[in-house]
């Protein structure tokens, strides 16, 4: 079974300039999320998607931050401008049903690692 | 949503047996405890999931007494490439990620 899968894995931009993310969830996974990780913290959740609806995007700097699932199924995650301080690892995850209740698992792509200059 | 504390860094040598206990105070019925597993430059990967008692996979044990107040959760015999980040969370529903337990396993 593929992972989940994110590009680029790498970015290095200067601060006002934007950014975009992708994510390929695992095939068939109803929920997809995207996470900030800073560097010596745990993930943080930006937002939450359950097929191509937002279920939870409360802690998305919506002024700068956009995501879009538009067919339900890969994502992506853009930032503009970006600040010095959207320096970390943009992770993305799926969960084949991730509804209240459910016990399945979430899975984790490798990240993309961004650098603001 | 319940909080999970659990100890900033552990050290361990290779073969031994190394129990992370956490602490969940306020976990709710709905709730599983759940564990991941960290490594540089990768996203986390699930470890372990359990309600209540015990649970053993491949990888590790986790043991959750009666009240559910906390868990321990279990790696038999670690191995330099056990050394790693490992974060406990309690899940009904959303994932909130704590700072982790670094494990550093030394030969």
């Known amino acids: 079974e593929a992972g989940v899968a994110q590009s680029p894995r790498y970015k290095i931009i200067e601060k006002r300039q934007s950014v975009a993310f992708w994510c390929n969830p695992i095939?068939?996974?109803?929920?997809l999320y995207w996470y900030q990780q800073i560097l010596g913290q745990g993930p943080k959740l930006l937002i939450q998607?359950?097929?191509?609806?937002?279920?939870?995007d409360s802690q998305l700097p919506k002024d700068r931050f956009s995501a879009e699932r538009l067919k339900g199924v890969d994502s992506t995650l853009k930032i503009q401008p970006a600040k010095l301080e959207d320096s970390a690892v943009y992770l993305c995850?799926?969960?084949?049903?991730?509804?209240?209740?459910?016990?399945?698992?979430?899975?984790f792509g490798p990240g993309t690692r961004l650098t603001v200059l | 949503l319940a909080k999970t504390t659990q100890p900033i860094s552990m050290d361990s040598y290779e073969g031994q047996e190394v129990n992370i206990t956490c602490s969940h105070n306020?976990?709710?019925?709905?709730?599983?405890i759940t564990w991941y597993q960290q490594f540089p430059s990768q996203g986390p990967r699930f470890i372990i999931q359990?309600?209540?008692t015990k649970v053993t996979n491949e990888v590790a044990s986790l043991f959750i007494p009666a009240d559910r107040k906390s868990s321990t959760l279990s790696l038999p015999r670690v191995s330099l490439s056990d050394t790693a980040v490992y974060y406990c969370?309690?899940?009904?529903?959303?994932?909130?990620f704590g700072t982790g337990t670094r494990l550093k396993v030394l030969a």
């Open positions: 306020n976990i709710a019925t709905n709730d599983y």
């Open positions: 969370l309690v899940v009904a529903y959303k994932y909130i």
């Open positions: 359990g309600y209540k």
């Open positions: 998607f359950q097929n191509n609806g937002v279920v939870d």
């Open positions: 095939s068939g996974h109803a929920t």
């Open positions: 995850a799926s969960r084949y049903r991730g509804t209240s209740g459910s016990t399945d698992t979430q899975y």
